[in-house]
C-alpha cells in the first residue's frame, strides 16, 4: 500500500454522498458509489470516482458529549466502519482521513463479515490501534477511505453537527447519510432515524411461576356472607354454595364492634342477629335482621368500625368473616364475581336474595386507615400525601396475634408502621416530632419496637436469622404502585427477620383485602430476603428486586400542577417555537437547556439530577417522561388545547380545561412573590486564592466559589469503604482561586453594557416582548464579548496564573451572585469553559467575557424575572481551578433521597463512566441510578444503569467512599446554611469525579439542594 492515496480531485458533493460522481443507480452501491463501472468517463468537475468496496464509512460524530466512550473512557469524536460483504477483512488493507492527501493506514485487525468497528477520532494515535491522528470539525469536513488499491471506496460530506448528532447511513451499511440524534455506535443502524431502546436493569432474579387458585380470595363453604347493608341499617344476606338445603339454626350471624386494640371479637362477642328465614336453599340465598338498634348494641360507633361473623351456632367455629370501617352513606357491600374470583364492592343498590349486581362506589371518605380497599380510590386516598417520586405507596400492619387483622395506613397520618402500633395498638398518646423532647421520645420508642418487630427482641441478631413465630406479633408490609411500568408489589423493609412462611403469611393476608389482588406480587430487595423466598418459591407469586425498573413508559420527575397550552414541538424548533409560562411542552429528546415552560413531557427518558428537571424542580413546574408521548391516547386528542397537568408521584393525570380557571391559577401563582435581592460587595479587588475565603464570602466571589472555598475547612471522616486501605475523604482542586465581582462590574460598565442595560430598564417593548428583548439582550452580551479586559488587571491574572498553574489547563467557571437565594437556587443558567493557555493571554480574556456575557442570557435573565430577582444587583464572578484531563467516572450526589424526600438517611447518586455527561446525556444514553442507605443492609439499591460500560460506573466500594464524603459535607454546611433547622429536608448536592488513572475521588461542587417539596406538617424526617 502506498504511503499516500491518490488525489480524488475536487469534490462538489454536499451535504450526501449519495450525489457524488455519475451514480447511476444509487441503489447498487449506497450513496457514495457509481454506477458499478470502475473505468467511468464521469467528467471530472462531477467529484471524485468512487470505487465501493465491502468496508463503509456507516457513522460519524464531530461534537461527542457522552454519547460514545472509548478504550480510555474518554468522549472523543469518533467514525463507525462497517463490513457488509460477506467475507472478514483485515483492515490493514484500508486507509482512512480527514485529508485527500495524507491517509492513515488502519490496524492489523480482523472486521467480520457484517460487523463494525468504532475507532476514536481524537488526533491520538499513541493511545492505540482504535485511536486516529485526526479530529473531526464539529463545524463540519470530510472523510475519505481508500483501499489496497489506492481506490476511493468511500468518501462522506460530513456537516455541521450539534453536540451528540449524528451523520449515519439508514438504512445500515449502505442506506443514505442524514443527521440524526439518536446514536448508536458499534451497534446496527435502524431502518431511519428513530430512538434507541432504553437501557434497564434486568430482573435477572427468576422464581418459580406461581398460578392463583380459581377463587381469589378463598371462599367460605358450604355458607358465605354475601352482601350487608348497615349504613342505613338493614340486612345481611348469606348465600348456600352447596348442592343441599341448609338449616340456618346451625349457623349464626353476629356483628360486633372492633378496634384494633381490642381482642378478635368471638362468638360471644357483640349482637346476634335474628334469620328472616330458616332454611336456605341450593345456589339461595338468606338473610338476617339488622337495626340502627343492633349496631349501637354491638359498640358500632360513627366509623362503622366492625366485624359481621358467620359461626357454626351455637359458639362454634368461624365460617366466614368481613371486617369493615368508614362505610359510605347508603350503600351496601355486595360481593361481586369477577374473572378470578369475588370480591366486596361498595354499591349503589340492594340485590338482597338476589345475584348481586353492582353498580360500584368508586371512592369514599376515609378515616387514619382502612381495613379493606372496597373501592377503586381506596388505595390513593391512603397514599395521598406522600412524598415518593414515580412510586405511590401504603403501609399494612397484619397483627399475628389477633387472627391476622390487617389494616392500611393513611400516609399524611402515619410516616411509620411504628406510629399505627404505638397509637391505635398500644393506645400510647401521639408524639409531635416537631418538639425535640417528643421527637426524641418518638425515637427511642421506634428504636425499641423495632428491635422487636423487626430483629425478634433482639438487641443483634445475624443476617440470616429468622424470627421464631413467638418472637413477633406484627408482620409490616408496603403495597407499592410503580407508576413507570405499571406493576404492583408488595415489599418487606430490608433487614427484617421475618421467616419465609412468615413473608407468605404477610403477602396473602394483605393482598386478599386490596381492591384487585391478583395484581400484585412479591418484590424481595436483597439476598437475605431472595434465599427466603427461595423456600417459598413457586407457593406465591415473586420477582426480583429490579422488576419494577423493567421496560419502563412513565417517569414522574417533578409533581406539580400547570395549566398552559399543550403543544409538541422537536428540540430542534425550541427556537422557532413560542414558549413561555403559558405552556406544556411535549418534546421529543431530554432538551440540555429549555426556556421557561408551565410543564415538561418528554418522550426520552431523563435522570433525576438532568438540568431540565433541576430547572422545573427550582420554578416548581411539573416534569415527566412519556413514552411516545404525543401519541398517548390521553395525550394526543388534547394538542393544541388549553389544558391542565398534574404530575403525581404515581402517574399523571391530564384534562382539558376552562380559561377563567387558568387565569385565576395564574394570577395565584405569580401574586404576592418577594423580590428576591441577591448580596453584592464590590469592594474586594483582585485574584482571590480560596484558601482565603469561605462560605461568608459569596458577596465577594459567589456561591459556586466560595462554597468550594468552604470544602477545604472539612475534617473528613474515617471509613472502611476499601478492603487493606483506600483513600479517606476527597481531593480539592488545587490552587483554586476567583476573580471576584468588582471586576466583572468594572467591565460592566466599561464595555456600555450598564449603559445600555439601563436604557433597557425604561423601554416598555423590553419588558413585553420576548422577541425584542432577547435581541436587546444579545446585543448587550455582544459589547461585553467585544469589550477588551482591562489590560492592568489580564496581565495580573496571567501573571498569577502563570506562578501558579503553568501551563495547565483550566476551567473558568461562572459563580454568579444569583445561585443559591432563598427561593431561587439559578444552577444551570450560565456558562462555564475551558482554556487551553497560550502566550498572549486572549484566551483567559476570552474565557473572562464568555463567563461574564452569560449572566444576560435570555434564559437567564427570564428566570430571574420569573422568581422576582432584583436584575439591578446581579453580577458575575469566576471561580477558576486545573481541569481534570482523565477521568473514569463522574456523578451528581444528593444528601438525602429524592425519590423519597423524607429519607434523609438514603443519599441519592447519578452516575456515568468516564467523562460523559451525567446531568445533560447523549439522547438514548443512561446513566447509574441508586440509592446509598446509612440504616440496614443493602446499603446500595440500583435504580439505572449506565448504557456505556458493561460494569457498573463506580464500584459498591467507591459509592462507599462518596457517601461518607457528601456525609462530611452535609454535616460541615448544614449549621451555616440551615443553622436554625428552618428547612426540614435539608440537602447537599455535590459534583465529584474519579481521576488521575488511580480513581480517586475529586469534588468540584457543593451547594445546597431543594428537593420541590414541601414538608408535611408532622416534621417526618428520617
Known amino acids: 500500500m502506498q504511503a499516500c492515496g491518490p488525489d480524488p480531485g475536487p469534490s462538489d458533493t454536499g451535504g450526501d454522498v449519495g450525489d457524488v460522481g455519475d451514480t447511476g443507480d444509487a441503489s447498487d452501491v449506497g450513496d457514495s458509489g457509481t454506477d458499478g463501472d470502475a473505468s467511468s468517463d464521469a467528467d471530472a468537475d462531477a467529484g471524485p470516482v468512487i470505487v465501493p468496496g465491502p468496508l463503509r464509512i456507516n457513522e460519524v460524530m464531530s461534537a461527542n458529549e457522552g454519547a460514545w466512550l472509548d478504550d480510555l473512557l474518554e468522549a472523543d469524536d469518533w467514525v463507525e466502519l462497517v463490513n457488509i460483504g460477506d467475507a472478514a477483512l483485515n483492515l490493514s488493507d484500508f486507509m482512512i482521513s480527514d485529508s485527500s492527501d495524507s491517509p492513515h493506514s488502519l490496524p492489523e485487525m480482523v472486521i467480520e463479515a457484517g460487523a463494525r468497528l468504532v475507532f476514536a477520532a481524537d488526533g491520538e494515535e499513541d493511545q492505540g490501534d482504535t485511536h486516529l491522528p485526526f479530529k473531526i470539525s464539529s463545524g463540519g469536513e470530510t472523510l475519505y477511505l481508500w483501499d489496497d488499491a489506492d481506490q476511493l471506496i468511500d468518501l462522506v460530506d460530513v456537516p455541521a453537527l450539534e453536540d451528540n448528532e449524528v451523520f449515519a447511513r439508514f438504512p445500515d451499511g ?97 349482637v346476634a342477629l335474628a334469620w328472616e328465614q330458616t332454611t336456605v336453599p341450593p345456589g339461595g340465598f338468606a338473610t338476617a335482621t339488622v337495626t340502627a338498634n343492633t349496631l349501637a348494641g354491638a359498640g358500632v360507633g360513627s366509623e362503622y368500625e366492625a366485624v359481621v361473623t358467620l359461626y357454626l351456632a351455637p359458639g362454634g367455629d368461624e365460617v366466614d368473616r368481613v371486617d369493615v370501617i368508614h362505610w359510605p352513606a347508603d350503600t351496601t357491600l355486595a360481593l361481586i364475581e369477577f374473572g378470578d374470583g369475588h370480591r366486596f364492592r361498595f354499591c349503589e343498590e340492594s340485590t338482597k336474595l338476589a345475584d348481586n349486581d353492582c353498580t360500584e362506589v368508586l371512592s369514599r371518605p376515609i378515616g387514619r386507615y382502612l381495613r379493606n380497599l372496597y373501592t377503586e380510590g381506596d388505595f390513593d386516598a391512603l397514599a395521598a400525601g406522600g412524598t415518593l417520586v414515580g412510586q405511590s405507596a401504603i403501609k399494612g400492619v397484619t397483627d399475628r396475634d389477633n387472627r391476622f387483622a390487617t389494616y392500611f395506613l393513611r400516609d399524611e397520618d402515619f410516616a411509620l408502621h411504628y406510629t399505627f402500633a404505638r397509637e391505635e395498638i398500644y393506645n400510647e398518646p401521639h408524639l409531635d416530632r416537631c418538639i425535640p423532647a417528643e421527637d426524641a421520645a418518638f425515637y427511642q420508642g421506634w428504636v425499641e419496637y423495632s428491635r422487636q418487630e423487626y430483629f425478634c427482641g433482639y438487641a443483634s441478631v445475624p443476617a440470616d436469622y429468622e424470627c421464631l413465630d413467638s418472637e413477633r406479633r406484627f408482620l409490616h408490609t408496603n403495597l407499592v404502585r410503580h407508576s413507570a411500568n405499571g406493576l404492583s408489589t408488595l415489599e418487606y423493609v430490608t433487614g427484617d427477620r421475618l421467616s419465609s412462611s412468615m413473608m407468605r403469611a404477610g403477602f396473602f393476608h394483605a393482598v386478599w383485602r386490596t381492591h384487585n389482588p391478583t395484581a400484585w406480587t412479591l418484590r424481595v430487595l436483597d439476598d437475605i430476603q431472595i434465599a427466603k423466598a427461595r423456600q417459598v418459591e413457586g407457593l406465591l407469586p415473586i420477582v426480583g428486586p429490579n422488576a419494577p425498573f423493567v421496560g419502563l413508559t412513565f417517569q414522574a420527575l417533578n409533581p406539580g400542577v400547570a395549566y398552559g397550552n399543550l403543544i409538541f414541538a422537536s428540540a430542534d424548533e425550541f427556537d422557532f417555537v413560542p414558549l413561555g409560562i403559558q405552556t406544556i411542552l411535549v418534546t421529543d429528546l431530554v432538551p440540555n437547556d429549555i426556556p421557561l415552560v408551565g410543564g415538561l413531557i418528554t418522550e426520552a427518558f431523563q435522570t433525576p439530577l438532568s438540568h431540565v428537571n433541576v430547572l422545573s424542580r427550582n420554578r416548581g413546574t411539573p416534569n415527566m417522561a412519556l413514552r411516545d408521548a404525543r401519541l398517548d391516547p390521553e395525550i394526543a386528542p388534547l394538542l393544541g388545547e388549553l389544558v391542565r397537568l398534574e404530575v403525581r408521584g404515581g402517574g399523571f393525570d391530564i384534562e382539558l380545561a376552562d380559561s377563567e380557571e387558568a387565569a385565576e391559577w395564574f394570577r395565584d401563582q405569580l401574586a404576592g412573590r418577594p423580590v428576591l435581592t441577591p448580596r453584592l460587595n464590590a469592594q474586594t479587588r483582585g485574584v482571590q486564592a480560596l484558601s482565603a475565603h469561605g462560605f461568608a464570602s459569596i458577596p465577594q466571589i459567589g456561591a459556586k466559589a466560595a462554597q468550594l472555598a468552604e470544602l477545604y475547612e472539612i475534617a473528613w471522616s474515617n471509613h472502611s469503604c476499601f478492603e487493606g486501605g483506600g483513600q479517606i475523604g476527597a481531593d480539592l482542586p488545587v490552587g483554586a482561586f476567583a476573580v471576584p465581582f468588582a471586576h466583572y462590574l468594572d467591565h460592566f460598565e466599561a464595555s456600555g453594557a450598564a449603559a445600555l442595560f439601563a436604557e433597557l430598564q425604561g423601554d416598555a417593548e423590553f419588558a413585553s416582548n420576548p422577541l425584542y428583548r432577547a435581541r436587546k439582550l444579545e446585543d448587550l452580551r455582544d459589547l461585553i464579548l467585544d469589550a477588551p479586559v482591562d489590560a492592568d488587571f489580564l496581565q495580573a491574572l496571567m501573571a498569577h496564573i502563570e506562578s501558579t498553574h503553568g501551563d495547565t489547563d483550566l476551567r473558568f467557571r461562572s459563580s454568579s451572585n444569583t445561585e443559591d437565594l432563598d427561593g431561587f437556587n439559578g444552577a444551570g443558567l450560565y456558562e462555564s469553559t475551558g482554556v487551553s493557555l497560550d502566550e498572549t493571554g486572549e484566551d483567559i480574556a476570552d474565557a473572562l467575557r464568555t463567563v461574564w456575557a452569560s449572566l444576560w442570557s435570555s434564559r437567564a435573565y427570564d428566570e430571574r424575572s420569573f422568581f422576582n430577582v432584583d436584575q439591578n444587583q446581579v453580577a458575575m464572578a469566576v471561580l477558576v481551578h486545573p481541569s481534570y484531563p482523565s477521568e473514569e467516572a463522574n456523578g451528581v450526589g444528593i444528601s438525602r433521597n429524592i425519590l423519597d424526600p423524607i429519607r434523609g438517611d438514603k443519599y441519592y447518586f447519578n452516575i456515568q463512566a468516564g467523562d460523559a455527561s451525567v446531568v445533560n446525556p447523549a439522547p438514548g444514553v443512561t446513566t447509574d441510578q441508586l440509592t446509598w442507605n446509612w440504616g440496614r443492609s443493602p446499603r446500595i439499591t440500583r435504580y439505572g444503569e449506565s448504557s456505556l460500560v458493561d460494569a457498573a460506573a463506580m464500584s459498591d466500594a467507591e459509592v462507599c467512599g462518596v457517601a461518607y464524603a457528601l456525609r462530611d459535607i452535609h454535616r460541615h454546611f448544614a449549621p451555616l446554611i440551615n443553622g436554625d433547622d428552618s428547612d426540614a429536608y435539608f440537602a447537599m448536592d455535590i459534583e465529584f469525579k474519579l481521576v488521575d488513572g488511580s480513581r480517586r475521588l475529586a469534588i468540584k461542587q457543593a451547594r445546597p439542594y431543594s428537593v420541590g417539596t414541601q414538608p408535611v406538617g408532622d416534621c417526618r424526617e428520617f
Open 174 to 270: 449502505d442506506g443514505a447519510f442524514e443527521s440524526c440524534r439518536w446514536p448508536s455506535p458499534g451497534a446496527q443502524n435502524a431502518d431511519e432515524c428513530t430512538a434507541r431502546p432504553a437501557t434497564f436493569p434486568v430482573d435477572d432474579v427468576e422464581f418459580e411461576d406461581y398460578t392463583w387458585p380459581d377463587e381469589v380470595p378463598p371462599t367460605a363453604f358450604p355458607l358465605r356472607i354475601s352482601e350487608i347493608a348497615l349504613r342505613p341499617a338493614s340486612f345481611v344476606e348469606v348465600e348456600n354454595l352447596s348442592e343441599s338445603t341448609i338449616l340456618l339454626s346451625d349457623y349464626e350471624l353476629r356483628v360486633a364492634a372492633h378496634h384494633p386494640d381490642q381482642p378478635w371479637p368471638t362468638g360471644s362477642d357483640g
